[in-house]
Every structure is written in structure tokens, then in C-alpha cells.
């Protein structure tokens, strides 16, 4: 190894010249309005884009903020910029209610299909419904998609194609390995809802602030649906209470709506001991108890009313009519007891009746096994009938509604105030 004996001499660093302080600068004027939009007028606006976050979908994909030339930013002692403003795009965004929803990434796919598939169908998109349905059990090859073929199977069945339900009972059969469901015959689809008798019961002593017991009459003669009134506990009713129920009564005949007043014998004569001959009082109960007296079919008891009425109000009484008996099932006969029975394709049906008739049973059982279709709007109001039962704490049973009609009753939470109750397949 060779060293070097001859070194250079190391070089001095020239002295640096002392710093002399600066003489502190003199703060700039505020810029006078005058100014400002002289500036404003020859610089250009500064603008920066800034790209919507991934799937947030609508509206533009860049949003545009300003720079507020007038405003003053703070700095730290490097110069940079502490303050950072927040874009109209980002304070919007950050308000919307998109924001406050929790994304679950591990959604099940085959119960968001059910639940498309079922919202089709509740809104009368046979076509669409079945098209997917069709896809899907050749998507779900195993028992694990069992509720997807059992909604194929329903929806095979409620529009009649007899065919492609035996040809999917075979394929059924070999995928799943066990047997098919087999074909029944319905009765033929109804064009509206068909909801039987409207049942509902009349109680206590009725005022103007119980005018909403009569709803339910007033329902069934908007939609002419027969409707069975129970009288045994009614007690008395004021003049305003009097006339309404005895304009509906008039109606309904003239309608020829069937209501049936079961037990009225007994409130009958409450009635008429409140009217006086000779006193002019209580025009609208008279006539209530002559309507009631007609219904009751006691031809001389209406006369003797009818007459007493004409010599207290000097004017012509009600004339007496026949009105035809009309027999509906009983409320307490076997075959309906135990549950209230509802049919055909259920649309815009806001239940108004239904609390009434649910607290009048022991086990509250809704029946849906002739309901071939029930729409959004009334699965949603059949859950708010039910929602203040459950918080009461009473539990509601809805019986064999067909797979279709069951998956939009989850869709719309039913299950959750209700006890939902599907056939087997």
C-alpha cells in the first residue's frame, strides 16, 4: 500500500460577513374595497377539482371550490398554511344521510334477490318476477336456495302454468334430492281484495269523542263490504253519535251494503226511554231507534214509534220497509273463530279495522292462505296495526301466506311484531 507523504494544507473557511439585523418591514395597508376588485378584475379566479369518492353515484363527479383571494391565511413558522377550508362539495357531503348508513359489506346476495324479487311481485311484475326466479334456482343448485324455488314454485301456482311447475317439481327432485310440492287447484283470482266480513264491535256510551268507532261502517260502505256490528255492550249513545250511525244505517240499505247488528235487542229500549211524545228533543235518536226498530223487523213496535214521531215533530214519519234477510257466517261459528280471514290480491288496504277485530280474540290469527298478493303500501300498513299489539304484548300470528306474500312481510319487518306461520313445502 502506498502512502502519501505530501499533504495539501487544509483550506480556511472564509469568514462569514456578521449579519446586521433587518430594520422590521412596515406592515402592508389593508387593501381598500377599491383595490380588491381592481385585482379581482386582472387575476384570474383559482378554482380545484376534487373527484367523488367511488360509488357515490348522481349529480357531477367533480365539485369546485374558490379561493377566497380576500381572506387572510394563518401561518406557522415555516410558511405553510394552517387553516384548511372545507369545500361546499365536502360540507355537503358530509351532512347527507348517506353518511349515517352503516355499509355491510358481507350481505348475503341470495336474501337481497329474494327481496327484489318480492317487491316485484307485490307490484303486480309477474313477468320480471319470474324471469329473475328462473335464474336464480339455476344460480342456487342446492337446498340452500330452498326458499327461492319455493317462491318459483308459488308463483308457478298462482298464475296458472301448470306445465313449467311439474317440469321444475322433476328438476326440483333431482337437484335437492327430495320431493316437490304438488299442484293445487285455486280458486279463480279475485279482481280486488277480497276481505270477507268486516266485524267490529260497538261498546260503552257513545259521544261525539267516539266518533271513530264508526269507522269501520263507514269503510264497509265505501267499499260495499258486508259488516257485522256486536251490540251486546252498547250502552247508550248522545244525539250527534245518534245521527250518524242512523245516516250510515239509511245508506247501507240504500246501498244495499249488509250490516248486521247482532244483540241490539237489549240497547233498543235505552233508546227509546229517552224520548218523550210531545217534547221536541232528540230528533236524531228518534229516528235512530225507528231505523234500529226497522232492522230488528218489529213491524208494530216501528208503528207505535212511527206515530209518536209524528205527533211530537208534526211531519211524516220513516215509511216502513222489508228489509231482506241476509244470513253471514257466525261469529263464533267453528269454521272461523279461531282467526280472521282475508283473500285475493290485498292493494291500498290501510286495515283500519283490524285493531278493533284483533282485540275481540283470545289468540290474535290473521289468516292469509286464499291472499294471493299483498302490495307495499299495505304490507307496510299491516305492520303499523300490528306494531302497537306486539308493544302491548300480545303476539299476532299471520297463518300460511304463500312464499311470495311471506318474503315481502320480511321485507317490510312483519316479522318482527309478528309470528309469521309459511306452509311446508
Not at 47 to 59: A, C, D, K, L
Not at 258 to 265: F, P, R
Not at 361 to 388: E, H, T
Amino acid at each position: 500500500m502506498v502512502f502519501s507523504f505530501f499533504k495539501k494544507p487544509p483550506q480556511k473557511m472564509p469568514e462569514r460577513p456578521t449579519a446586521k439585523p433587518k430594520a422590521p418591514a412596515a406592515p402592508s395597508p389593508t387593501p381598500s374595497a377599491e383595490s380588491v376588485s381592481k385585482i379581482d378584475e386582472h387575476l384570474p379566479e383559482l378554482e380545484f377539482t376534487r373527484s367523488r369518492p367511488e360509488g357515490v353515484t348522481g349529480g357531477q363527479n367533480t365539485s369546485t371550490a374558490r379561493v377566497d383571494l380576500g381572506s387572510q391565511p394563518n401561518l406557522d413558522d415555516d410558511g405553510f398554511e394552517l387553516d384548511f377550508t372545507i369545500s361546499e362539495f365536502d360540507r355537503n357531503y358530509s351532512d347527507s344521510s348517506v353518511m349515517g348508513i352503516n355499509l355491510d359489506h358481507d350481505v348475503d346476495s341470495m336474501q337481497a334477490d329474494i327481496e327484489q324479487v318480492a317487491v316485484l311481485y307485490s307490484n303486480g311484475q309477474d313477468a320480471a318476477a319470474r324471469s329473475l326466479l328462473e335464474a336464480f334456482v339455476k344460480y342456487y343448485r342446492n337446498v340452500d336456495g330452498l326458499r327461492i324455488w319455493q317462491m318459483l314454485f308459488d308463483l308457478l301456482q298462482l298464475t296458472g302454468d301448470r306445465a313449467a311447475f311439474e317440469k321444475l317439481g322433476m328438476d326440483f327432485a333431482e337437484t335437492c334430492e327430495t320431493s316437490a310440492p304438488t299442484w293445487r287447484n285455486l280458486a279463480p283470482a279475485a279482481s280486488t281484495a277480497g276481505l270477507g266480513v268486516r266485524s267490529f264491535a260497538l261498546q260503552g256510551v257513545l259521544t261525539a269523542e267516539h266518533a271513530k268507532a264508526l269507522e269501520p261502517l263507514i269503510a264497509s260502505l265505501a267499499d260495499k263490504r258486508p259488516a257485522r256490528i256486536d251490540c251486546s255492550k252498547l250502552v247508550g249513545c248522545d244525539d250527534e253519535i245518534a245521527g250518524q250511525l242512523a245516516d250510515l244505517l239509511h245508506e247501507a240499505r240504500r246501498k244495499s251494503v249488509v250490516v248486521l247488528l247482532d244483540q241490539i235487542e237489549s240497547f233498543i229500549p235505552r233508546l227509546r226511554g229517552r224520548l218523550v211524545v210531545g217534547e221536541k228533543e232528540h230528533a236524531k235518536v228518534w229516528l235512530l231507534a225507528l231505523e234500529l226498530l226497522q232492522r230488528h223487523g218489529v213491524q208494530d213496535q216501528f208503528e207505535e214509534c212511527a206515530i209518536d214521531f209524528a205527533v211530537t215533530f208534526e211531519r211524516s214519519p220513516p215509511s216502513w220497509e222489508v228489509v231482506k234477510e241476509v244470513v253471514l257466517p257466525a261469529a263464533d261459528a267453528e269454521v272461523k273463530r279461531d282467526a280472521h280471514y282475508l283473500s285475493g290480491d290485498i292493494k291500498s288496504a290501510r286495515f283500519d279495522d283490524l285493531p278493533a277485530i284483533l282485540e275481540l280474540m283470545d289468540v290474535p290469527i290473521l289468516d292469509f292462505s286464499a291472499v294471493r298478493r299483498l302490495d307495499f303500501f299495505s304490507a307496510g300498513q299491516l305492520a303499523n296495526r300490528i306494531a302497537p299489539l306486539k308493544d302491548a304484548g300480545r303476539d299476532v300470528i299471520i297463518r300460511s301466506p304463500n312464499h311470495l306474500v311471506a318474503e315481502l312481510m320480511g321485507v317490510v319487518g312483519l316479522n318482527k311484531v309478528s309470528r309469521i306461520l309459511v306452509p311446508k313445502t
